[in-house]
């Protein structure tokens, strides 16, 4: 007897994205590459190896697709772990499906029936035949896709669908890579780009968010609408890194990226996790607590010195509380909207 997955598959039509221009959340550069990561390919040999590596994951990449069927399957293999302790498969390995309805000019969500197997697949069965819909589609936020196919039913219509604007590009740590939502659609960078008609750009290496050269490099050459720097989480003040060294670190991709885009805007932040109410981990706060404060003042002497358009998020922006983290600083689904509600108030004034 056919599986239900083998079964549905024979009904369907298959569609690549890759080749097609059709993945959105990524740099320009990107447009024609013929995988699924977040770097280019000669990045390879200027980033550290955990950064490349971790430039593979899909992270914040989505595709957008119309069509009639009410039948959506989605099939792809992925080349690392499934899940990790503190993240389930489906945040880690899963996709997640959105649609924008273009009547209401809401976003809707659809569940899918799924199997993490060699080949992953994920049926989103009886959903309508949306046609004033378009589908949006969230990669994984922790794994990478090698190859990935989207089937709809045989006698319907499909087309890949592309915005083109200045997106918001977003570098930071673990948490703005996704860790720990439950699916990628609630990671914080996604739920921002869908109160926004620009595309954001998810430039976040869990651990490795540490505004090194190469990354703002690739971030200078890009035409945004905003560029957040969210990468304190992975900056604290250590034997090896000093609170004036921290200064310098934020001064310098401030005047790199004012260098090409004079009035751009430019987002700096607090660790969200600074100063959480209830948090019995002195310690750990205390290291929190010294990096943002580093940031704070460096972003108050560069708009003292003349430096315009430069916004600041505190970590009391966030408001995250003991239901929100997974752990010492991951936050989880609740974590992640209070996250992008903070991003979103600022951006909606920048925007």
């Known amino acids: 007897m056919l599986s239900l997955s083998v079964a549905i598959a024979q009904s369907k039509k298959y569609f690549n994205p890759?080749?097609?221009?059709?993945?959105?959340g990524r740099l320009a550069i990107l447009d024609e590459a013929k995988n699924f990561g977040r770097l280019p390919l000669e990045s390879k040999n200027v980033v550290r190896d955990p950064v490349w590596s971790l430039g593979t994951n899909s992270a914040g990449l989505y595709i957008e697709f119309e069509t009639s069927s009410d039948s959506i399957q989605v099939r792809y293999k992925v080349k690392g772990s499934l899940n990790m302790p503190h993240m389930?498969?489906?945040?880690?390995?899963?996709?997640?499906?959105?649609?924008?309805n273009k009547t209401t000019k809401s976003w809707d969500w659809a569940f899918g029936q799924y199997q993490f197997k060699?080949?992953?697949?994920?049926?989103?069965?009886?959903?309508?035949?949306?046609?004033?819909?378009?589908?949006?589609?969230?990669?994984?936020?922790?794994?990478?896709?090698e190859w990935l196919e989207i089937g709809v039913n045989v006698n319907e219509n499909f087309k890949f669908i592309r915005k083109d604007n200045k997106p918001i590009i977003v570098y930071g740590t673990?948490?703005?890579?996704?860790?720990c939502a439950s699916r990628p659609g609630v990671g914080w960078t996604n739920i921002l780009g869908r109160e926004f008609d620009n595309e954001v750009v998810n430039l976040a290496f869990s651990g490795n968010g540490r505004l090194e050269q190469p990354i703002l490099d690739l971030i200078n050459k890009e035409d945004a609408a905003v560029y957040i720097l969210d990468c304190i989480p992975n900056l604290a003040i250590t034997n090896s890194r000093s609170e004036g060294q921290l200064d310098s670190l934020?001064?310098?991709?401030?005047?790199?990226?004012?260098?090409?885009?004079?009035?751009?805007?430019?987002v700096l932040a607090e660790h969200s996790s600074a100063y959480t109410r209830g948090f019995q981990n002195i310690h750990t706060m205390a290291e929190y607590g010294k990096s943002s404060k580093v940031v704070h003042a460096t972003v108050k002497r560069l708009k003292k010195s003349g430096v315009k358009k430069l916004y600041f998020v505190s970590a009391m922006d966030y408001n995250l509380d003991i239901n929100s983290t997974v752990d010492y600083a991951h936050p989880n689904d609740i974590g992640m909207l209070k996250i992008a509600e903070a991003y979103h108030k600022i951006l909606k004034r920048i925007l």
Do not use: C, M, W
């Open 174 to 179: 673990s948490i703005a890579q996704g860790a």
């Open 18 to 24: 890759l080749g097609q221009e059709a993945i959105q």
């Open 88 to 100: 389930p498969s489906t945040g880690v390995s899963g996709v997640d499906l959105y649609s924008f």
């Open 118 to 145: 060699d080949t992953v697949t994920y049926n989103f069965n009886n959903i309508g035949k949306n046609i004033n819909h378009t589908y949006r589609l969230y990669l994984p936020l922790y794994n990478t896709v």
């Open 250 to 266: 934020i001064t310098h991709a401030v005047q790199l990226l004012r260098s090409k885009h004079p009035t751009t805007p430019i």
